[in-house]
């Protein structure tokens, strides 16, 4: 009787493709922001420069090692969280200085486009509260790198104002400052106040930001 020969092994199973390049990406993506939530949510009760890596890693769900794959330290992370904290705002209020209309309605556009973005955004506005003048000096920096671009993007569309395109640039800019310190100071204030508290705020920053209008209106430059 003749055997038959053995028959062949199987193949090993083919090996799990590795994730797509896109999905590779999005993982990288939600862990950034994993981490970055972390952290703002951590920052809303102690300063950056108290935070440690492991702090925040563990509110992630990521080893510390993932952490160094994002940000080279926490500073780093600091610095996207001031850039987030103020994007919002800079589109919101320059959408309102292009807009057409007397400027008693373009200032309590303004108000409330301030209050609007700390009803949703009260985090961030904590975090840039603490860190304005907070002990990591780099993030110090990027908040008054990101309002001073604030302050120039404002100057430009004063350029184009009845009352101001006269005016020299730095005169321009002056007046653009004014505004800026206005407006985050009261988003500043308003985060930590009451609803009684945050009425008295909105009513004030009219009236400052009025007198500031007034005071343009007869301004000749030396």
């Known amino acids: 009787m003749t055997s038959r020969?053995?028959?062949?092994?199987?193949?090993?199973?083919?090996?799990?493709?590795?994730?797509?390049?896109?999905?590779?990406q999005a993982q990288k993506?939600?862990?950034?922001?994993?981490?970055?939530d972390a952290a703002l949510g951590l920052l809303e009760q102690q300063n950056l420069s108290g935070l440690g890596v492991r702090?925040?890693?563990?509110?992630?769900?990521?080893s510390p090692a993932g952490f160094y794959r994002h940000f080279a330290d926490l500073a780093e992370l600091g610095v996207v969280l001031v850039e987030e904290s103020l994007a919002n705002l800079h589109v919101m209020v320059r959408a309102v200085f292009a807009?057409?209309?007397?400027?008693?309605?373009?200032?309590?556009?303004?108000?409330?486009?301030?209050?609007?973005?700390?009803?949703?955004?009260?985090?961030?506005?904590?975090?840039?509260a603490r860190e304005r003048?907070?002990?990591?000096k780099s993030v110090r920096d990027a908040v008054a790198a990101e309002l001073a671009r604030?302050?120039?993007?404002?100057?430009?569309?004063?350029a184009v104002q009845p009352d101001t395109a006269a005016w020299s640039a730095a005169d321009r800019r002056m007046l653009a400052e004014l505004y800026v310190d206005r407006m985050v100071s009261t988003a500043l204030a308003l985060v930590e106040a009451d609803a009684e508290e945050r009425a008295a705020i909105a009513?004030?920053?009219?009236?400052?930001?009025?007198?500031?209008?007034?005071?343009?209106?007869?301004?000749?430059?030396?």
Do not use: K
């Open 150 to 158: 604030f302050a120039e993007e404002l100057a430009d569309l004063l």
């Open 5 to 24: 020969p053995d028959p062949a092994p199987a193949p090993d199973p083919a090996p799990a493709p590795a994730p797509a390049a896109g999905v590779r």
């Open 99 to 128: 807009g057409s209309g007397e400027p008693e309605l373009l200032i309590d556009r303004s108000v409330e486009v301030i209050a609007a973005h700390v009803a949703e955004h009260p985090a961030y506005l904590r975090f840039l």
């Open 203 to 222: 009513r004030t920053v009219r009236t400052q930001l009025r007198l500031i209008n007034l005071g343009s209106r007869h301004w000749q430059a030396s």
């Open 55 to 62: 702090e925040v890693t563990r509110a992630a769900g990521l």
């Open 29 to 36: 993506q939600a862990s950034r922001r994993a981490l970055l």
């Open 133 to 136: 003048h907070g002990g990591v």
